[in-house]
């Protein structure tokens, strides 16, 4: 109450600082760090306002704070009652620094992961794609092969139909003759007759006795009585 009065008469940074100090002793740590904030509004150079808050962020485990006023405060000011409070506040935030490491290198862990895996899907996806793709086409190069072999297979039946029309159409306007034949008592005399033999053997010569005798001879049935 003492310390309040003064302020409000007279407000010096040394007043501030003696009042966060009870405040510490009461454990009303954030009222003892508004009064170092106003004592270092005053006066920048109070080491006892830095020591008196940085006390203060150690006891609601506000570590980092802690280190960053007390060093301050040790620069301006050393208190080697305060040493080994310094130390325990450098370990608590090596130990925090280290813990915030771990897990920002577990994030990007997690995060390089899942962009690996994001991109091994998106290889994936394209390569099942390209895959699709060549069967696809593959498929449509078989259809058209086998139509291709249909078409060629159609035109082959149409060609073979056509020949055949036009072949009967032949056979229509020139009707087939009959064979020639040569009467049973002529070709008896050649064969009997070693020369004529040897002559007729040739198919020439036996073709055109063969058109004499039709000639000749119009009805075979009649050439025994010759």
Not at 17 to 40: E, H, M, V, Y
Not at 85 to 91: A, G, L, R, T
Not at 180 to 193: C, M, R
Request: charged share 40%; with cysteine.
């Amino acid at each position: 109450r003492h310390y309040t009065d003064c302020i409000k008469a007279i407000p010096s940074a040394l007043m501030f600082a003696k009042r966060a100090a009870c405040f510490l002793r009461l454990l009303k740590p954030n009222a003892a760090i508004r009064d170092c904030d106003a004592a270092l509004k005053l006066n920048s150079d109070s080491g006892r306002a830095y020591k008196i808050r940085g006390t203060a962020h150690r006891i609601l485990g506000q570590w980092e704070a802690a280190l960053k006023d007390l060093a301050e405060g040790q620069a301006l000011d050393y208190d080697e009652s305060l040493y080994s409070m310094q130390v325990e506040v450098q370990d608590k935030v090596g130990q925090l620094r280290q813990r915030r490491q771990e897990r920002e290198d577990l994030i990007k862990y997690d995060r390089d992961q899942k962009r690996a895996q994001a991109a091994r899907k998106k290889q994936e996806e394209r390569r099942a794609a390209q895959r699709a793709e060549e069967s696809e086409r593959e498929r449509k190069q078989e259809q058209r092969r086998q139509e291709q072999k249909e078409r060629d297979i159609r035109e082959t039946r149409e060609k073979e139909e056509r020949e055949r029309r036009a072949r009967e159409e032949r056979e229509k306007s020139f009707p087939q003759q009959k064979p020639l034949s040569i009467p049973p008592h002529i070709v008896k005399k050649i064969s009997a007759d070693p020369d004529l033999a040897k002559v007729f053997s040739n198919p020439m010569f036996m073709g055109i006795l063969a058109e004499i005798c039709a000639f000749t001879f119009p009805n075979l049935g009649n050439v025994q009585r010759l």
